[in-house]
């Protein structure tokens, strides 16, 4: 992980400047997803990345603390299958500093030597060029394509599946 993040689980206390970066974001977010935007969708987002099947990130700005952006891993299976689903992004103003690849590179580890999982997939639409070149530079291969996979914005979204299987 880059000595210019840190990595932390999101509490009720980031609320307003996880509601401002949000706002701040909105056509950098558009059309690829919409993350929680009011305080009650905050609130119910920190509540959800508690349960034991979710794992939530914030990656921040060392020097000041500042959410540069989020990692999520959802829907973790453990048992026989070990996976689990990534979401990621960028707040306006941090990206393209690689201070997401650093925050990415240190949750596939956390998942890997933490979690013990043995597969991440993160689902990616295919015109979100920035993310799918994320991905890629931290290890993850390109598996495949999944027609209409995702309702984004009201619309079923075509997406490619993009895997990292641990060492």
Not at 71 to 86: D, K, T
Not at 118 to 141: T, Y
Request: charged letters at 20%; proline letters at 5%.
């Amino acid at each position: 992980m880059s000595a210019r993040i840190h990595l932390r689980h999101p509490t009720l206390t980031d609320e307003a400047e996880f509601l401002a970066r949000v706002q701040a974001s909105r056509a950098l977010h558009h059309p690829w997803m919409h993350p929680p935007a009011t305080p009650e969708r905050f609130r119910s987002y920190v509540q959800r990345m508690q349960e034991p099947a979710n794992r939530g990130f914030l990656v921040c700005r060392a020097e000041d603390g500042a959410i540069a952006g989020v990692i999520n891993i959802s829907e973790i299976v453990l048992g026989i299958f070990r996976s689990g689903y990534l979401g990621y992004y960028a707040f306006a103003g941090f990206e393209r500093r690689g201070l997401m690849r650093g925050g990415l590179q240190g949750v596939v580890r956390h998942a890997f030597r933490k979690l013990k999982l043995h597969r991440l997939e993160a689902n990616i639409q295919p015109g979100n060029v920035a993310s799918i070149a994320l991905a890629a530079s931290c290890g993850f291969s390109k598996e495949g394509y999944s027609p209409r996979y995702l309702k984004i914005a009201g619309r079923w979204r075509d997406h490619e599946r993009w895997a990292i299987l641990a060492p």
